[in-house]
């Protein structure tokens, strides 16, 4: 960024990452089990080891809806909150 010293172009640039992240978990968090995710069998996960790419997917999606349903409320509402504040 032009005229901005180093470290406030990297600290937009943390931020911006953050943002990102947290817009991947939204859009995690909000898959429907019933008309999207049971199309490609990701619906359930089997408990295991070495169970293959499919079922870490699973796994991750039901952990990201299950554990991650509060976190994310308060992350999106202080993103939306520094949003409000500093533009």
């Not at 470290?7 to 992240?21: I, K």
């Not at 008309?35 to 039901?62: E, I, P």
Request: charge should be positive.
């Amino acid at each position: 960024a032009r005229g901005r010293s180093p470290s406030l172009a990297m600290a937009l640039g943390l931020v911006h990452l953050f943002e990102s992240g947290l817009l991947f978990f939204n859009a995690c968090a909000i898959l429907n089990e019933k008309r999207f995710l049971r199309k490609y069998s990701l619906d359930r996960a089997v408990a295991g080891d070495n169970l293959g790419a499919k079922n870490q997917v699973a796994t991750f999606l039901h952990a990201t809806r299950t554990f991650m349903r509060y976190p994310l409320v308060a992350m999106n509402v202080l993103v939306v909150l520094y949003e409000v504040i500093l533009g």
